[in-house]
Protein backbone atom coordinates (compact mmCIF):
# COMPACT_ATOMS: atom_id res chain seq x y z
CA UNK A 1 0.00 0.00 0.00
CA UNK A 2 1.51 3.71 -0.68
CA UNK A 3 1.89 5.45 2.02
CA UNK A 4 0.80 8.88 0.35
CA UNK A 5 -1.79 7.92 -2.96
CA UNK A 6 -3.41 10.61 -4.96
CA UNK A 7 -5.58 9.77 -8.38
CA UNK A 8 -2.63 11.08 -11.12
CA UNK A 9 -5.45 12.69 -13.42
CA UNK A 10 -5.71 14.53 -15.41
CA UNK A 11 -8.54 16.02 -13.76
CA UNK A 12 -10.08 18.23 -16.59
CA UNK A 13 -12.88 21.06 -15.14
CA UNK A 14 -14.31 24.16 -16.90
CA UNK A 15 -13.13 27.81 -15.94
CA UNK A 16 -15.46 28.93 -13.29
CA UNK A 17 -16.10 25.33 -11.46
CA UNK A 18 -14.88 23.70 -8.73
CA UNK A 19 -12.43 21.40 -8.78
CA UNK A 20 -11.75 18.41 -6.13
CA UNK A 21 -8.12 16.57 -5.41
CA UNK A 22 -8.34 14.06 -3.13
CA UNK A 23 -5.54 12.11 -0.76
CA UNK A 24 -5.65 9.56 1.05
CA UNK A 25 -2.60 8.47 3.33
CA UNK A 26 -1.81 4.82 5.12
CA UNK A 27 -0.44 5.72 8.04
CA UNK A 28 -2.70 6.81 10.96
CA UNK A 29 0.07 8.65 12.98
CA UNK A 30 0.40 10.97 10.30
CA UNK A 31 -0.22 14.43 11.74
CA UNK A 32 0.50 16.94 9.68
CA UNK A 33 -0.84 17.66 5.67
CA UNK A 34 0.07 19.87 2.89
CA UNK A 35 -1.04 20.81 -0.45
CA UNK A 36 1.78 21.86 -2.93
CA UNK A 37 1.09 23.03 -6.65
CA UNK A 38 4.17 22.02 -9.30
CA UNK A 39 4.24 23.57 -12.54
CA UNK A 40 5.64 21.47 -15.39
CA UNK A 41 9.70 21.88 -14.64
CA UNK A 42 9.14 24.35 -11.50
CA UNK A 43 9.60 23.25 -7.72
CA UNK A 44 6.66 22.21 -5.57
CA UNK A 45 4.41 25.66 -4.28
CA UNK A 46 2.94 25.08 -0.42
CA UNK A 47 -0.76 26.29 -1.05
CA UNK A 48 -2.33 24.81 2.47
CA UNK A 49 -1.87 23.08 5.34
CA UNK A 50 -3.71 21.70 7.26
CA UNK A 51 -3.53 20.00 10.74
CA UNK A 52 -6.90 19.18 12.23
CA UNK A 53 -10.08 17.71 11.24
CA UNK A 54 -12.78 19.61 9.47
CA UNK A 55 -12.13 22.31 6.93
CA UNK A 56 -9.74 25.13 6.17
CA UNK A 57 -9.97 27.94 3.47
CA UNK A 58 -8.18 30.38 2.48
CA UNK A 59 -8.99 32.50 -0.53
CA UNK A 60 -10.50 30.07 -3.34
CA UNK A 61 -8.85 27.14 -1.60
CA UNK A 62 -10.44 24.97 1.43
CA UNK A 63 -8.58 21.79 2.33
CA UNK A 64 -10.43 19.51 4.10
CA UNK A 65 -9.49 16.48 6.49
CA UNK A 66 -10.86 13.49 8.02
CA UNK A 67 -8.45 11.06 9.86
CA UNK A 68 -10.86 8.75 10.95
CA UNK A 69 -11.01 7.93 6.77
CA UNK A 70 -6.90 8.78 6.21
CA UNK A 71 -8.39 11.58 3.64
CA UNK A 72 -7.90 15.12 2.53
CA UNK A 73 -8.70 17.12 0.05
CA UNK A 74 -8.10 20.36 -1.82
CA UNK A 75 -11.11 22.38 -3.35
CA UNK A 76 -10.42 25.15 -5.59
CA UNK A 77 -13.38 27.46 -6.32
CA UNK A 78 -13.75 29.21 -9.58
CA UNK A 79 -10.59 27.66 -11.45
CA UNK A 80 -8.74 29.34 -13.70
CA UNK A 81 -6.64 27.89 -16.72
CA UNK A 82 -3.45 29.29 -14.26
CA UNK A 83 -4.61 26.68 -12.08
CA UNK A 84 -3.52 23.98 -14.13
CA UNK A 85 -0.51 22.16 -12.77
CA UNK A 86 -0.13 18.88 -10.93
CA UNK A 87 -1.02 18.89 -6.91
CA UNK A 88 0.88 17.02 -4.61
CA UNK A 89 -0.63 16.40 -1.24
CA UNK A 90 2.59 15.35 1.21
CA UNK A 91 2.01 14.52 4.50
CA UNK A 92 4.35 14.16 7.92
CA UNK A 93 4.08 11.70 10.36
CA UNK A 94 4.44 11.71 14.17
CA UNK A 95 7.67 12.16 14.83
CA UNK A 96 9.48 12.62 11.63
CA UNK A 97 11.07 15.09 9.71
CA UNK A 98 10.51 14.13 6.10
CA UNK A 99 7.42 14.82 4.77
CA UNK A 100 6.28 11.99 2.16
CA UNK A 101 4.25 13.26 -1.49
CA UNK A 102 1.94 11.50 -3.57
CA UNK A 103 2.69 11.24 -7.28
CA UNK A 104 0.57 14.64 -7.57
CA UNK A 105 -3.25 14.93 -9.44
CA UNK A 106 -2.66 16.89 -12.88
CA UNK A 107 -5.25 19.52 -12.91
CA UNK A 108 -6.55 20.99 -16.38
CA UNK A 109 -8.84 24.00 -16.39
CA UNK A 110 -10.64 24.48 -19.60
CA UNK A 111 -11.07 27.84 -21.27
CA UNK B 1 8.63 37.82 0.28
CA UNK B 2 11.87 35.73 1.23
CA UNK B 3 12.68 32.70 -0.43
CA UNK B 4 14.74 29.61 -1.00
CA UNK B 5 17.68 29.96 -3.67
CA UNK B 6 19.72 27.47 -5.10
CA UNK B 7 22.39 27.00 -7.32
CA UNK B 8 23.25 26.48 -10.28
CA UNK B 9 19.85 25.88 -12.00
CA UNK B 10 21.54 23.15 -14.05
CA UNK B 11 24.52 21.36 -13.99
CA UNK B 12 25.58 18.60 -15.79
CA UNK B 13 28.57 16.27 -14.69
CA UNK B 14 30.26 12.83 -15.69
CA UNK B 15 29.74 9.83 -13.87
CA UNK B 16 32.06 9.81 -11.11
CA UNK B 17 32.74 13.39 -10.62
CA UNK B 18 31.75 15.07 -7.14
CA UNK B 19 29.39 17.75 -7.16
CA UNK B 20 28.05 20.33 -4.75
CA UNK B 21 24.57 22.17 -4.78
CA UNK B 22 24.27 25.00 -2.97
CA UNK B 23 21.05 26.50 -1.12
CA UNK B 24 20.37 29.62 1.03
CA UNK B 25 17.59 29.27 2.82
CA UNK B 26 14.95 32.10 3.95
CA UNK B 27 16.98 33.65 6.69
CA UNK B 28 15.09 33.10 9.98
CA UNK B 29 14.45 29.46 9.22
CA UNK B 30 16.20 26.76 11.49
CA UNK B 31 15.25 23.45 9.65
CA UNK B 32 16.65 22.75 6.22
CA UNK B 33 16.00 19.93 3.88
CA UNK B 34 17.22 17.97 0.85
CA UNK B 35 14.66 16.68 -1.84
CA UNK B 36 15.17 15.46 -5.67
CA UNK B 37 12.28 14.04 -7.89
CA UNK B 38 13.28 11.94 -10.82
CA UNK B 39 11.67 13.29 -14.29
CA UNK B 40 7.90 11.80 -14.24
CA UNK B 41 8.18 10.69 -10.35
CA UNK B 42 7.11 11.72 -6.78
CA UNK B 43 9.06 14.51 -4.76
CA UNK B 44 11.46 12.01 -2.50
CA UNK B 45 12.92 12.88 0.60
CA UNK B 46 16.78 12.83 1.39
CA UNK B 47 17.60 14.81 4.46
CA UNK B 48 16.95 17.02 7.40
CA UNK B 49 19.31 19.23 9.13
CA UNK B 50 18.75 20.89 12.06
CA UNK B 51 21.46 22.47 14.77
CA UNK B 52 24.20 21.28 12.34
CA UNK B 53 24.15 18.10 12.17
CA UNK B 54 21.52 15.73 10.40
CA UNK B 55 17.95 14.43 12.39
CA UNK B 56 16.89 12.46 9.57
CA UNK B 57 17.48 10.88 5.98
CA UNK B 58 16.41 8.36 3.74
CA UNK B 59 17.54 4.88 2.08
CA UNK B 60 18.62 7.19 -0.70
CA UNK B 61 21.07 9.55 1.15
CA UNK B 62 24.29 6.72 1.13
CA UNK B 63 27.67 7.16 2.19
CA UNK B 64 27.98 9.12 -1.59
CA UNK B 65 25.76 12.03 -0.21
CA UNK B 66 26.64 14.64 2.61
CA UNK B 67 25.41 17.46 4.09
CA UNK B 68 26.65 20.65 5.24
CA UNK B 69 26.28 24.30 6.34
CA UNK B 70 29.98 25.76 5.87
CA UNK B 71 28.50 29.60 6.91
CA UNK B 72 25.59 31.17 8.48
CA UNK B 73 23.59 31.37 5.34
CA UNK B 74 24.66 28.25 2.94
CA UNK B 75 23.71 25.09 3.21
CA UNK B 76 25.13 22.37 0.59
CA UNK B 77 24.46 18.84 -0.60
CA UNK B 78 27.68 17.34 -1.92
CA UNK B 79 27.57 13.52 -3.91
CA UNK B 80 30.59 11.97 -4.12
CA UNK B 81 30.63 9.92 -7.09
CA UNK B 82 28.06 10.75 -8.88
CA UNK B 83 26.53 7.60 -11.12
CA UNK B 84 23.69 8.12 -13.83
CA UNK B 85 21.02 7.03 -11.82
CA UNK B 86 21.52 10.42 -9.49
CA UNK B 87 19.91 12.60 -12.79
CA UNK B 88 17.39 14.74 -10.79
CA UNK B 89 16.17 17.44 -10.06
CA UNK B 90 17.19 18.57 -6.56
CA UNK B 91 15.41 20.60 -4.11
CA UNK B 92 16.12 22.62 -1.21
CA UNK B 93 13.61 23.29 1.48
CA UNK B 94 13.88 25.03 5.08
CA UNK B 95 11.17 25.86 7.64
CA UNK B 96 10.89 28.22 10.76
CA UNK B 97 11.08 26.16 13.93
CA UNK B 98 6.98 27.99 14.74
CA UNK B 99 5.85 25.35 11.80
CA UNK B 100 5.73 22.33 9.96
CA UNK B 101 5.44 24.35 6.49
CA UNK B 102 8.45 23.67 4.58
CA UNK B 103 9.16 26.37 1.78
CA UNK B 104 11.12 24.88 -1.85
CA UNK B 105 13.65 26.54 -3.60
CA UNK B 106 13.45 26.76 -7.59
CA UNK B 107 15.68 23.24 -7.76
CA UNK B 108 18.76 22.83 -9.21
CA UNK B 109 18.50 19.80 -12.46
CA UNK B 110 21.70 17.68 -12.22
CA UNK B 111 22.33 15.76 -15.52
CA UNK B 112 25.00 12.88 -15.44
CA UNK B 113 26.29 11.81 -17.96
Known amino acids: QKEVEQNSGPLSVPEGAIASLNCTYSDRGSQSFFWYRQYSGKSPELIMSIYSNGDKEDGRFTAQLNKASQYVSLLIRDSQPSDSATYLCAVKRTGRRALTFGSGTRLQVQP | EPEVTQTPSHQVTQMGQEVILRCVPISNHLYFYWYRQILGQKVEFLVS????????KSEIFDDQFSVERPDGSNFTLKIRSTKLEDSAMYFCASRAASSYEQYFGPGTRLTVT
Open chain 2, 49 to 56: FYNNEISE
